[in-house]
């Protein structure tokens, strides 16, 4: 649950990740911590912080063409009490909003679309059902909420807190092309990618970079295509696992988060890793092995 390093600084802990400084880079490190409705839970998910710095690396090189990333290694000096879970990368000033794609009306998007019929003010055909695919991916960014639910907002209100108009469409536009090339890879995988959010930032030179995690079940959407069927809410690779059975569960959302049992805890397990084993096309074993220590 916690990946304390005693010998580097920490810059920052938040409900899944701590960075760690080191000088002109950071340690970026995924726990096993998982949280529904803002809150993490007591219970670990095994593996689960190791799937999600494997998928973010798969990704990471499949994409180098469409944007930079942060990423430097995910061996060289990176610890050995957490190889396979944290990368090296290059530090980044983060902008101050989510850059969500959705390719599906599912989730928010789709409460706020029965209730207005439109999504971050992007109207919407009407008529669409759950789960349905929209004709094309929207951009519907939301603010980074200190504490608390992250907002959605519209195009105009992303570009107001950027300060700069012509980046923020820069972003749009990366992130749909991010969004159409990884939903293509997973769709030939047998998965379908419904939505995802990323985190975009500029490097030392100004150039916009991704970062964070990118194109993981805790960060997208991840539907088996040979369960798919639109009007209803769809079984997935992610962690609405562990959100359909806390909503399921009596508790009221607020914190504390109550412990997850044993058999939902192992069920989100064998999701996430046969998303990597889908996506990546390998078996998870083999992301341990690549990561695992010299010694």
């Known amino acids: 649950m916690t990946t304390a390093l005693a010998d580097l600084p920490l810059v920052a802990s938040g409900k899944v990740r701590e960075l760690y400084d080191l000088g002109d880079r950071l340690l970026m490190v995924a726990s096993d911590r998982i949280s529904t409705y803002d809150v993490v839970h007591p219970t670990p998910i095994p593996d689960k912080g190791k799937v999600l710095t494997g998928l973010s690396a798969f990704w990471f090189a499949k994409t180098g063409g469409i944007v930079p990333n942060h990423l430097l290694s995910v061996t060289d000096g990176v610890p050995d009490?957490?190889?396979?879970?944290?990368?090296?990368?290059?530090?980044?000033?983060?902008?101050?909003?989510?850059?969500?794609?959705?390719?599906?009306?599912?989730?928010?998007?789709?409460?706020d679309y029965q209730a207005t019929g439109s999504v971050s003010g992007i109207a919407l055909p009407p008529g669409l059902r759950?789960?349905?695919?929209?004709?094309?991916?929207?951009?519907?960014?939301?603010?980074?909420?200190?504490?608390?639910?992250?907002?959605?907002?519209?195009?105009?209100?992303?570009?107001?807190?950027?300060?700069?108009?012509?980046l923020m469409e820069r972003v749009r536009s990366v992130s749909i092309e991010l969004y159409r090339f990884a939903s293509d890879h997973a769709r030939e995988r047998g998965v379908i990618l419904a939505d995802t959010k990323f985190e975009l930032g500029l490097d030392e030179h100004g150039q916009l970079t991704i970062g964070d995690e990118v194109l993981t079940p805790d960060s997208s959407r991840f539907w088996p295509a040979d369960g798919y069927a639109p009007g209803r809410g769809q079984p997935s690779f992610d962690k609405q696992y562990v959100r359909d059975w806390a909503s399921r569960?009596?508790?009221?959302?607020?914190?504390?988060?109550?412990?997850?049992?044993?058999?939902?805890?192992?069920?989100?397990?064998?999701?996430?890793?046969?998303?990597?084993?889908?996506?990546?096309?390998?078996?998870?074993?083999?992301?341990?092995?690549?990561?695992?220590?010299t010694r």
Do not use: N
């Open 81 to 111: 009490e957490v190889r396979g879970r944290a990368l090296v990368v290059r530090k980044l000033r983060m902008l101050p909003v989510e850059c969500v794609v959705r390719g599906y009306i599912t989730g928010s998007g789709w409460k």
């Open 130 to 166: 759950e789960s349905e695919q929209l004709p094309e991916p929207i951009f519907t960014p939301s603010t980074k909420a200190e504490e608390g639910h992250d907002e959605a907002i519209d195009f105009d209100r992303a570009a107001e807190l950027v300060g700069d108009r012509e």
């Open 249 to 293: 569960s009596g508790w009221d959302k607020a914190p504390p988060a109550p412990a997850i049992p044993d058999d939902i805890a192992a069920g989100t397990r064998d999701r996430y890793v046969e998303a990597y084993e889908r996506i990546a096309g390998e078996p998870f074993s083999a992301w341990l092995e690549r990561t695992a220590p």
